[in-house]
Nanobody
Framework: VQLQASGGGLVQAGGSLRLSCAAS????????MGWFRQAPEKERDFVAA????????YYADSVKGRFTISRDNADNTVYLQMNSLKPEDTAVYYC??????????????????WGQGTQVTVSS
């Protein structure tokens, strides 16, 4: 499975951005896809995820009500709509995909494939 992420950029606090992640290859093997983020000198943290079948949604508490994850079934693309952005949302965002069989979906270990990171910077 290959993942190609796009989007990101610089936005003022309170603004919005949308990230995209296009999946190709053996997508039928996937349990779901997710987004993680990593700020400088911090660990990579779970942001949101969506199951490949059924479309169940999962969010970190820090983004609930502000971020929305969705999927376009036609082209196997997952989106992360980020609204009401805060300076603390500044990080490199990574899309990910996996079978979801080895670990809880909130953990890095559940994901076998990673896209390139995309920088999101929120200015105060």
């Amino acid at each position: 499975v290959q993942l190609q992420a796009s989007g990101g950029g610089l936005v003022q606090a309170g603004g919005s951005l949308r990230l995209s992640c296009a999946a190709s290859g053996r997508t039928d093997s996937l349990g779901g896809m997710g987004w993680f983020r990593q700020a400088p000198e911090k660990e990579r943290d779970f942001v949101a995820a969506i199951s490949w079948r059924g479309g169940r949604l999962y969010y970190a508490d820090s983004v609930k009500g502000r971020f929305t994850i969705s999927r376009d079934n036609a082209d196997n693309t997952v989106y992360l709509q980020m609204n009401s952005l805060k300076p603390e949302d500044t990080a490199v965002y990574y899309c990910s995909a996996g079978a979801w069989s080895k670990a809880t979906i909130y953990h890095l270990g559940a994901y076998d494939y990673w896209g390139q990171g995309t920088q999101v910077t929120v200015s105060s």
